[in-house]
């Protein structure tokens, strides 16, 4: 009985060793791979010889046209220039859906602070949660701030206002500023300089159907 119980421990030991020294090659194969084009790459590493273009290069020019994420308009401004951002401004036009959408943003991001009337009643300030009202639109010392601003304000932020570059794009930004200049020239302030898109004029090139002929169509 000894000797049985002898080979049993014996045996447990070297499949135990055995597994041991097999356990790095048990890292390195995992078994099922559960998105393999992640695991194995099959994109050429930069600077190295790819056999898809007749020069053997790797890397490439952008496509001819190709726009930078976030650049589809001038947004090079730098936090702190004070001097160019006061000039700046786009050549955007905004339809009426557009801006429907514009005063959308500005209640949602906007008007938490700057209140949903402009007038830096918004619900963190009335609710005593900060000492420092917040700008209001319809005051005389923000009626005429240029656009451009504005633009660095949302992007940069200012004083106590955080930046809101991840919650708006550049377009969502000036139509956010659109909505409030827009606003603003209702109380005083400077017009509406962005314009509206002109509408979608009817197509009325498009042959006129007879009546009569269809009539007789159906009646055969």
């Known amino acids: ?56 290069q790797t890397n490439r020019k952008p496509v001819t046209g190709a726009i930078a994420r976030d650049h589809a308009m001038p947004d090079h401004i730098n936090e702190g220039d004070t001097v160019t951002y006061k000039t700046y401004t786009t050549s955007l036009r905004f339809n009426d859906d557009e801006m429907k959408e514009a005063g959308r943003l500005f209640n949602i991001y906007c008007a938490i602070c700057h209140g949903p009337n402009m007038d830096g009643q918004g619900p963190l300030y009335s609710s005593g949660k900060f000492a420092a009202m917040p700008a209001n639109f319809k005051d005389g010392k923000y009626l005429h701030m240029p656009v451009g601003q504005m633009y660095a304000a949302i992007k940069y932020g200012k004083n106590m206002m955080g930046s809101y570059a991840s919650q708006l794009d550049t377009k969502q930004r000036w139509m956010v500023i659109a909505y409030i200049k827009k606003m603003q020239s209702t109380n005083g302030g400077d017009a509406f300089a962005f314009g509206t898109a002109p ?22």
């Not at 135990?16 to 194969?29: E, I, M, P, T, V």
């Open 199 to 220: 509408e979608t004029k009817a197509d009325t090139t498009a042959p006129k159907t007879d009546a009569k002929a269809v009539a007789a169509v159906k009646t055969k």
């Open 1 to 56: 009985m000894n000797k049985i119980k002898s080979i049993v421990v014996a045996g447990l030991a070297i499949t135990l060793g055995l597994a041991s020294c097999d356990s790095g090659n048990l890292r390195r194969s995992p078994g099922h791979i559960y998105a393999p084009d992640m695991t194995y790459s099959r994109a050429y590493e930069t600077y190295t010889s790819n056999p898809n273009f007749a020069d053997g």
